[in-house]
C-alpha cells in the first residue's frame, strides 16, 4: 500500500513568519511531486511541482525534495492571512500505470 | 483558457437513489480523474481515464459505481444505488498527459453531494 504522510496540523504561524509544511512517502520509485493548496470548501490548487532532488523556488514558495529520505516540504516565505488554507502533498509513482496518491493535507493558520 | 467544468456543483438525495455527475476537462488534456473527497481527508482517486480508456479503476466500488468517457472529452460519474457513507465532495480533475513529465492536475469546483 503506497502512502503519503502528512502531519495533519494545524500548524499556526504568525503573519510574516516563514511556514514549514513536510510530506513523506513510502514508494521509493515515485517521480514527481506536487503541492497543492485547498482553501475550505473549495477545489485543490496547483501551487508548486518538484521532479528533482533540491530546491525549486516560486515566488515566496520553495519546494524541497530529498529522494533518499523520501521527503519534500514546501516552505512559505512572508506568510500572510491569505495562505491560510489546507496544503496537500501529491507524489506521483509507476505501479502498472501512473498514480498519484494524495496525502491527507496539512491546515495552516497564518495569524495577523 | 476554461478551466475543468463540473456540474451539478450541489445534490441531496436519499439513500438508494441514484445521482450521476458529469465533467468537462480543460480542452486538448488526455487524462481525466473522478476523485472522491470526505470531509478532512485528501482527494482519493476513484477512477482515472487517458483519452477514453481506464487507466485505474481499482478504488471504484464497482458494485454501485460506474463512470465513462465517451469520445475521449466529457465524462460521466454515476452512483447507484447511492449509500450514506457516499457523502461527500466529487471531483473531477485533468491533465495534459499521463507520465513522470506534465502530469500536473487540475481541478474543477466539485459537486458536493449529500445522502439522507
Known amino acids: 500500500q503506497k502512502e503519503v504522510e502528512q502531519n495533519s496540523g494545524p500548524l499556526s504561524v504568525p503573519e510574516g513568519a516563514i511556514a514549514s509544511l513536510n510530506c513523506t512517502y513510502s514508494d521509493r520509485g515515485s517521480q514527481s511531486f506536487f503541492w497543492y493548496r485547498q482553501y475550505s470548501g473549495k477545489s485543490p490548487e496547483l501551487i508548486m511541482f518538484?521532479?528533482?532532488?533540491g530546491d525549486k523556488e516560486d515566488g515566496r514558495f520553495t519546494a524541497q525534495l530529498n529522494k533518499a529520505s523520501q521527503y519534500v516540504s514546501l516552505l512559505i516565505r512572508d506568510s500572510q492571512p491569505s495562505d491560510s488554507a489546507t496544503y496537500l502533498c501529491?507524489?506521483?509513482?509507476?505501479?502498472?500505470?501512473?498514480?498519484?496518491?494524495f496525502g491527507a493535507g496539512t491546515r495552516l493558520f497564518v495569524k495577523a | 483558457e476554461a478551466g475543468v467544468a463540473q456540474s451539478p456543483r450541489y445534490k441531496i438525495i436519499e439513500k438508494r437513489q441514484s445521482v450521476a455527475f458529469w465533467c468537462n476537462p480543460i480542452?486538448?488534456?488526455?487524462?481525466l480523474y473522478w476523485y472522491q473527497q470526505i470531509l478532512g481527508q485528501g482527494p482519493k482517486l476513484l477512477i482515472q481515464?487517458?483519452?477514453?480508456?481506464?487507466?485505474?479503476d481499482s478504488q471504484l466500488p464497482k458494485d454501485r459505481f460506474s463512470a465513462e468517457r465517451l469520445k475521449g472529452v466529457d465524462s460521466t460519474l454515476k452512483i447507484q444505488p447511492a449509500k450514506l457513507e457516499d457523502s461527500a465532495v466529487y471531483l473531477c480533475?485533468?491533465?495534459?498527459?499521463?507520465?513522470?513529465?506534465?502530469?500536473?492536475?487540475?481541478f474543477g469546483p466539485g459537486t458536493r453531494l449529500t445522502v439522507l
Open positions: 518538484i521532479y528533482s532532488n
Open positions: 480542452s486538448g488534456h488526455a487524462t
Open positions: 480533475a485533468s491533465s495534459l498527459i499521463q507520465g513522470t513529465r506534465g502530469n500536473e492536475q487540475f
Open positions: 481515464f487517458q483519452n477514453n480508456g481506464v487507466v485505474d
Open positions: 501529491a507524489v506521483l509513482g509507476y505501479t502498472g500505470g501512473f498514480k498519484t496518491i
